[in-house]
């Protein structure tokens, strides 16, 4: 039985191919038991981590009450399987030491088996944020998606889409601390606004080694883009009454400039003679 996501994404058709058998010979429903030991894990399988604590756990409940679901199989060659669905199952039935496991045959073609997949994980919102990541990003690979329309396809919002593969562009030591769970998406989705490579690393080691809550990383970031300290205005007490509004002039003047669009730098001083305003104003590039 199809995915119910399957037909959104072309999965009801059945590929062509020379060598496909005939519609009398092709049962796509039918289980059979195939030889453990031919089976090989799916190439396109979006999940890198495997709790080997619950994988005990299904093995213990497929001992005691037998596999109530085939996995699912595509034929490699006359002897070898590939795993389109199912790989705990498999894994947990390895342990156990079975020889043959119950599984439905299906005709896909490499397309069709990655997503298989990759739906089918991500429908069980087990992936870490990373793996999930990855498996988007593979779907529009796959079908010449955009992120609007794969949103559309799995009915999530296209911002969630486009937050999670944001995380891919993040230093692989990142991705793999989000994923040993170190840190969280929030902790990660921080660091994007650290350019430097180098930087983020540094800052990874800080929340790691610090414990740094969410709020404490962004605080931490938002200081090293704003290292130096700004400098308090003059606050002109104990001035005479043209001084100060011959300061609030120059300032309110000041800002005008800005509400332009200008990226004026002002720094004011407060010294025993005089106040000073130095400006800077940006030269026009060409």
């Not at 085939?70 to 705990?88: F, K, S, T």
């Amino acid at each position: 039985m199809l995915h119910p996501f399957g037909r959104l994404f072309g999965l009801g058709d059945k590929p062509e191919s020379e060598n496909q058998s005939s519609e009398e010979d092709y049962n796509p429903d039918e289980v059979v038991q195939v030889p453990v030991d031919r089976v090989q894990p799916n190439r396109y399988q979006p999940r890198a981590i495997f709790n080997n604590e619950k994988i005990s756990e299904l093995a213990q409940t497929i001992h005691t009450h037998g596999m109530i679901q085939p996995i699912v199989l595509r034929r490699l060659n006359d002897e070898e399987y590939e795993l389109i669905a199912g790989e705990r199952r498999w894994r947990a039935v390895q342990s156990l030491g079975w020889e043959t496991i119950p599984a439905i045959i299906r005709d896909m073609n490499d397309s069709q088996t990655a997503s298989v997949a990759l739906i089918e994980n991500l429908q069980r919102e087990e992936l870490t944020v990373i793996e999930e990541a990855l498996a988007y990003a593979k779907l529009i690979e796959l079908h010449d998606l955009t992120q609007e329309a794969l949103a559309q396809r799995l009915g999530k919002s296209q911002s969630t889409i486009a937050n999670k593969i944001r995380l891919l562009k993040l230093p692989e030591s990142v991705q793999q601390a989000v994923m040993d769970k170190k840190i969280t998406e929030r902790h990660a989705r921080a660091l994007i606004a650290v350019k430097d490579p180098e930087l983020q690393e540094k800052v990874l080691d800080e929340i790691i080694e610090k414990h740094l809550n969410v709020k404490q990383t962004e605080e931490r970031i938002a200081k090293l883009s704003d290292p130096k300290p700004k400098k308090k205005k003059p606050t002109l007490k104990g001035v005479n009454k043209d001084m100060r509004i011959a300061m609030n002039t120059i300032r309110q003047s000041l800002n005008m400039v800005t509400d332009t669009g200008i990226d004026l730098e002002t720094d004011e001083e407060d010294h025993d003679e005089y106040y000073q305003i130095t400006i800077k104003i940006p030269k026009k590039r060409s």
